[in-house]
């Protein structure tokens, strides 16, 4: 049962490099999302889909790109790594249609530099 | 905008005692949802428990209920007999289904059971 799986788990950065974090799901799940998590800050959207082919921003959508090639693949990229970007991110994925509570990934921690 | 707001940054409850967790949302789509999670400390997101906002009753699901006040856009938590492994973070989520499906969260309330 792997569920969501997020790859790298860890990944410590410089500034200006750039990474992607890889995030598969095997649930047949039509949405897919990326949080960023922050101490007294929650759970913050970064961007999302709704399908294969389809992105949304979020709330903090700014430093981030991703793309949505195959349906159970969502992908979060840093183009330019920043200080600010350190936190933990985690994928998330839900159903469509019905409630739709999401499914999460192990979160991945990453430090910049 | 929609929002979702958790105005208890930490709380403390003697075991076996109930608690209420606090959840503010703000929409003016009438088709939502509402969710709770839990997060340990080892850091997974644990599903809890959900409501619609077109469910005529509170939702419940073992030791957790949610009153669901929607006059009010209340969603509060309430945990029955806690026990030491209820100590966790907790965050409240709203999904807005007319929005294509976003997802957000509330800043979470870290609760902690005493023996």
């Known amino acids: 049962n792997a569920g969501v799986t997020q790859t790298p788990k860890f990944r410590v950065l410089k500034t200006g490099q750039s990474m992607t974090l890889l995030c598969a799901q095997d649930?047949?799940?039509?949405?897919m999302y990326w949080y960023r998590q922050d101490p007294g800050m929650g759970l913050r959207l970064i961007h999302y889909?709704?399908?294969?082919?389809?992105?949304a921003k979020g709330e903090v959508p700014d430093g981030y790109n991703v793309s949505r090639l195959k349906k159970q693949n969502f992908l979060l990229g840093l183009e330019s790594a920043a200080p600010s970007q350190t936190s933990v991110y985690f994928c998330?994925?839900?159903?469509?249609?019905?409630?739709?509570?999401?499914?999460f990934g192990e979160g991945s921690r990453l430090t910049v530099l | 905008a929609q929002k979702i707001t958790q105005t208890q940054p930490g709380m403390f409850v003697q075991e076996k005692e109930a608690v209420t967790l606090d959840c503010t949302y703000d929409t003016s789509d009438p088709s939502y949802g509402l969710f709770w999670y839990k997060q340990p400390s080892s850091g997974e997101m644990i599903f809890l428990i959900y409501?619609?906002?077109?469910?005529?009753q509170n939702a419940t699901e073992g030791r957790y209920s949610l009153n669901f006040q929607k006059a009010r856009k209340s969603a509060n938590l309430v945990i029955s007999a806690s026990q030491l492994g209820d100590s966790a973070m907790y965050f409240c989520a709203m999904r807005v289904y007319s929005s294509a499906s976003k997802i957000i969260f509330g800043s979470g309330t870290r609760l902690s059971i005493r023996p």
């Open positions: 409501q619609g906002s077109y469910d005529q």
């Open positions: 649930m047949n799940h039509e949405y």
């Open positions: 889909s709704v399908g294969e082919g389809t992105t």
């Open positions: 998330a994925s839900s159903s469509a249609p019905g409630p739709g509570e999401l499914f």
